[in-house]
């Protein structure tokens, strides 16, 4: 065959066969799975959410997520998958995808999820931390986009941190780096759940905002009308959603805990630009969007708690995947691999 009827032949080819890769992508809970088809630019093509039976046998919760392999394999039957990605909570081991202890996993304990899915599916399969891998999608696809060093929180229930160095995720020595919600500002502060006094996640999480919440209504009722009125009087059903609602509606209570957790936030990114100095900071998770009216705030703070003379163009941007973070990631992890 000539190299002009070749050239034609392939240039043909290209047209009319499909190029782009498909990843089918599991983001892994104490509750649920979520799964999805995710192309090769990020689009989430297909999403579903099955159950996770975290606290039986091993084999039940690796069963939960064949089950939610095989449906999203059985309502996409056309697609070429070329790999599986998984995003769990840690600690983990992301070279051997090994779930090591995590706490709203009590299913698995040094167990191979990696190895048992390949065994099974006859794929690739790469195991990593839901922060992790969250992080990577928004360097490659979202908020981070064009940035070599990004720096990733999400602040929910907890709060979870992953580092992209030049589009990687840095692991450190054994795959457990990034722990920055476990980083102390406090010696003095609330035990966190790992044990540590005056960590982030102790401080300026969901959990941590509405229990700054729920002891300030306890400790003058009147102030805390507005809480109480949109908690149908619980204190204990005062939560940061509410809390959102409340500083919404102008609350003068809502605003001073929320300003307060920003202020402890400002203190924790100072520390992390000091020592990391990303190009710039994404902010995903449930509590993301509430905490984003506080972003001018927290870089106005910054200069108290940062050396760096330059800290003022690191941008602080809420991410672009949101709740989708966990299949958006576990698809970013093969595309990388």
Not at 324 to 333: F, K, P
């Amino acid at each position: 065959m000539s190299g002009g009827i070749a050239a034609g032949v392939n240039s043909f080819l290209s047209a009319i066969l499909p190029t782009t890769k498909h990843f089918l992508a599991l983001d892994i809970g104490g509750t649920k799975i979520a799964a999805g088809l995710v192309d090769s630019q990020g689009k989430i093509l297909f999403q579903q959410r099955t159950p996770m039976f975290s606290r039986g046998e091993a084999a039940t919760g690796l069963n939960a997520v064949k089950t939610a392999i095989d449906q999203t394999r059985n309502a996409n039957p056309g697609a070429a998958i070329a790999a599986i990605g998984v995003s769990s909570p840690g600690p983990l081991d992301p070279k051997t995808g090994v779930i090591l202890n995590p706490p709203n996993l009590p299913c698995w304990r040094d167990f191979p999820l990696r190895a048992e899915l390949e065994r099974s599916y006859d794929l690739p399969v790469h195991v990593d931390n839901d922060a992790n891998v969250a992080g990577l999608a928004e360097a490659l696809w979202g908020a981070a986009t064009g940035h070599n060093y990004v720096f990733y929180v999400t602040i929910g229930t907890g709060i979870g941190t992953g580092v992209i160095l030049n589009g990687r995720i840095y692991h450190g020595r054994t795959g457990a780096a990034a722990e920055g919600g476990h980083v102390s500002i406090n010696y003095r502060g609330p035990v966190c759940a790992c044990g540590k006094r005056g960590c982030i996640e102790a401080l300026a999480s969901g959990t941590a905002i509405a229990q700054r919440g729920q002891a300030k209504v306890t400790a003058n009722r009147s102030q805390g009308q507005m809480l109480l009125d949109l908690a149908k009087g619980d204190i204990f059903g005062i939560n940061a959603k509410l809390i959102g609602q409340a500083w919404r509606k102008g609350d003068p209570l809502a605003t001073s805990i929320l300003r307060e957790t920003s202020d402890l936030l400002a203190i924790w990114l100072g520390n992390i630009i000091d020592l990391l100095e990303p190009d710039i900071v994404v902010v995903g998770g449930g509590v993301a969007e509430l905490i984003s009216g506080f972003f001018g705030r927290i870089s106005e703070q910054l200069p108290k708690w940062s050396i760096n003379q330059r800290r003022s163009e690191i941008p602080i941007m809420v991410a672009h995947y949101r709740a989708d973070a966990g299949i958006a990631g576990a698809a970013a992890l093969c595309l990388k691999a």
